[in-house]
């Protein structure tokens, strides 16, 4: 059995007898929209830094139940495709 479903900022499945959380529909446009906005600002790569600080504080919860590598992989293509 394999149920998920989305709240305010996580998507949470059960398969089996497993929990597990993931950022929600949506957040890595979020992460994405910040790196982007971070470019602008006076000290683009301090501001790309509190962004991936402030977003990996959010989802904090959610790394400890998914796949370590992928959220990873997936900060560093977010601030690449940015510029950082």
């Known amino acids: ?10 998507r949470i499945s ?4 497993h929990l597990r959380l993931r ?3 949506g957040a ?3 992460l994405t ?3 982007g906005d971070a470019r602008e600002d006076d ?3 301090d501001a790309a830094r509190r962004a991936v600080s402030g977003w990996v504080s959010a989802y904090g919860p959610a790394f400890e139940t998914s ?8 900060l560093l293509v977010a601030a690449a495709e940015q510029g950082f």
């Not at 059995?1 to 996580?10: A, G, I, K, R, S």
């Not at 796949?67 to 997936?74: L, M, N, V």
């Open 1 to 10: 059995m394999n149920t998920e479903t989305q709240t305010l900022v996580f």
């Open 14 to 17: 059960l398969f089996v007898d």
């Open 23 to 25: 950022p929600g529909d």
């Open 28 to 30: 890595w446009d979020e």
């Open 33 to 35: 929209q910040h790196l």
């Open 43 to 45: 000290d683009p790569d």
């Open 67 to 74: 796949r370590e590598r992928e959220t990873i992989d997936g």
